[in-house]
């Protein structure tokens, strides 16, 4: 659990990279920016107890949620649920760690993590100069 919690948002985030995309486009990799190291600090502070998770929580369920509208726009059904999925465990997330319950908290951040990898395998796409788009 604990090397789980220290290397999933590390292994959504690593392969990833910049590359030249539309305006809207544009906007969900700056999300995807402030998503990755908050997510990455999010995992250490559920492990070490940090009662400040619940705020990095709520932020990321924020977040998402304008992720989600970014796939409505573009008609990707998946992508969608992948975003609802991640808000809604992420909220989840904030209220455990408000109430204390670290246990469950970590067992839905695993859940909400378990989006980055689902959506980036289904929408990423590697171009030939090794940088990411949007598919
Ligand atoms: C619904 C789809 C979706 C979900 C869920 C998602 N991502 Fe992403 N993410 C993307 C896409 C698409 C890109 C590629 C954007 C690009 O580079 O053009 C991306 C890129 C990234 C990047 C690289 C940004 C950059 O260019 O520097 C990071 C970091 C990242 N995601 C972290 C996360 C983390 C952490 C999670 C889970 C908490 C997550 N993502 C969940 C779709 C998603």
């Known amino acids: 659990m604990r090397i789980f919690f220290a290397t999933a948002c590390l292994l959504a985030s690593s392969s990833m990279a910049l590359s030249a995309a539309a305006p809207d486009e544009a906007a969900l990799r700056a999300s995807m920016k402030q998503i990755g190291p908050v997510c990455t ?3 250490k502070k559920i492990t070490a107890k940090d009662a400040t998770s619940a705020a990095d929580a709520k932020q990321l369920q924020a977040w998402f949620g304008g992720v989600g509208k970014f796939w409505k726009a573009k008609k990707a059904e998946d992508g969608v649920t992948f975003s609802k999925t991640a808000a809604a465990e992420f909220k989840t997330v904030s209220k455990l760690t408000a109430a204390g319950k ?3 908290a970590g067992a839905s ?6 989006t980055c990898s689902g959506c980036h395998g289904a929408h990423r796409e590697k171009a030939a100069d090794g940088s990411f788009k949007v598919k």
Do not use: Q, V
Request: proline fraction near 0%; hydrophobic fraction near 50%.
């Open 109 to 114: 951040f695993k859940k909400a993590t378990a």
């Open 102 to 104: 670290w246990d469950e």
């Open 41 to 43: 600090g999010l995992a």
